[in-house]
């Protein structure tokens, strides 16, 4: 059943609607509610990563109805004028829409939008708010999660079938998030990160898929047959992680895969000049670890990240 969360007139006798999908099967008692989960994407509208779980979630429950056992919301587009004009945050306003939680619902148009969402979302049983890279980077499928909140949400964000879960230090996470904000009034909510901007990367579609099955299974939602899932690395300090900045401006070309185990002084990529045909430097593995951040628009200037890798003793190579 598709459902307005919000709505407000545009110029031009147009209207902006923000709409999700309602699958719901099973009874409430009476004692206890019926379980919710909320799966959230396209609050940036470059990231599409989340577009093909919206459809692939709906899927797989619609070929087997009789399996769910709770209500399943999903709101594939947060941001449509951002997602229908390719930009990632909201058009003509010029605004980051995930800088804008918890909103006002009496405040401006985009401010009674945000408001009108985490007032829609709010009380989920768990939330999944589906993030992509922007168009220079690629990630593998990781959740983020902010230190305050990490006792409750870790041990959901394993059920995920991540390959990485990143623990942030809280200093580090705006409170203007839409994670942060549901999270603060006690709405569990797991930020993905995992692709790549304008782009869907299918298998990375497909493997969050089995893991929001494999969490909903966890919470009884779900008696269907589902994956094990893969079992992620957990990094909870911000040492683990070894930035890849560009010591010199020019063609970024990598000669390794994205999330391989890497020797010290193994070769990465190196960075070229075209009008000279030369090579201006060969960015290598400061040491032994774990590629899961790589430069994938290859044009860089000094001091572009190039990647990120996780540090030999969290990933137990």
């Known amino acids: ?4 969360v919000a709505r407000v007139a545009l110029p031009v006798d147009e209207m902006l609607s923000i709409k999700k999908q309602r699958i719901s099967s099973g009874r409430s008692t009476g004692k206890e509610k019926l379980k919710r989960i909320s799966v959230v994407t396209g609050i940036h509208g470059d990231e599409l990563e989340g577009q093909f779980v919206a459809y692939e979630l709906q899927r797989r429950i619609n070929a087997e109805p009789d399996k769910l056992c709770g209500i399943v919301d999903i ?9 229908d004009s390719i930009t990632r945050g909201i058009p003509a306003f010029d605004l980051d829409m995930n800088r804008l939680f918890p909103g006002n619902i009496n405040g401006n148009m985009t401010e009674y939008l945000a408001a009108e969402i985490i007032k829609d979302v709010k009380g989920s049983d768990a939330v999944i708010d589906i993030h992509a890279s922007n168009i220079f980077l690629t990630e593998i499928p990781q959740i983020r999660i902010n230190e305050l909140h990490q006792d409750r949400l870790v041990p959901m964000a394993e059920k995920c079938n991540v390959d990485f879960i990143w623990v942030h230090g809280a200093s580090t996470v705006l409170e203007s998030t839409f994670a942060y904000s549901l999270n603060s009034v006690g709405t569990p909510t797991l930020v993905v990160e995992m692709g ?14 089995d893991g929001i099955l494999s969490l909903m299974k966890s919470m009884g939602m779900w008696s269907g047959e589902t994956k ?10 911000w040492r683990d992680v070894i930035y890849l900045n560009a010591s010199v401006g020019g063609i970024f070309v990598q000669d390794v895969q994205h999330w391989q185990s890497l020797k010290e002084g193994e070769v990465i990529g190196r960075i070229l000049d075209p009008l000279s045909g030369k090579v201006l430097d060969t960015v290598t593995a400061p040491e032994d670890g774990l590629l899961f951040t790589i430069r994938e628009y290859p044009v860089v200037d000094e001091g572009s990240l190039i990647g990120r890798m996780l540090k030999k003793d969290v990933c137990g190579l």
């Open 1 to 4: 059943m598709i459902k307005t």
């Open 228 to 237: 094990e899932p893969r079992k992620p690395i957990v990094s909870t300090d």
């Open 75 to 83: 709101y594939p587009a947060m941001n449509p004028l951002g997602i």
């Open 196 to 209: 790549v901007g304008m782009r869907i990367t299918k298998s990375y579609g497909e493997q969050l898929t």
